[in-house]
């Protein structure tokens, strides 16, 4: 993922703000 995405993980999912966290790491699997 980019730095883009991953600072808009970190407002929706602050848990999960993860570069390379794959999609199933995150809530709504986004």
């Given amino acids: ?3 883009t995405i ?3 993980n970190k407002a929706m ?3 999960n ?3 390379t966290s794959p ?3 995150t809530p709504m699997g986004h």
Avoid: F, W
């Fill in 1 to 3: 993922m980019t730095s």
């Fill in 6 to 8: 991953a600072t808009g």
């Fill in 13 to 15: 999912y602050p848990e």
């Fill in 17 to 19: 703000a993860v570069t």
């Fill in 23 to 25: 999609p199933t790491a």
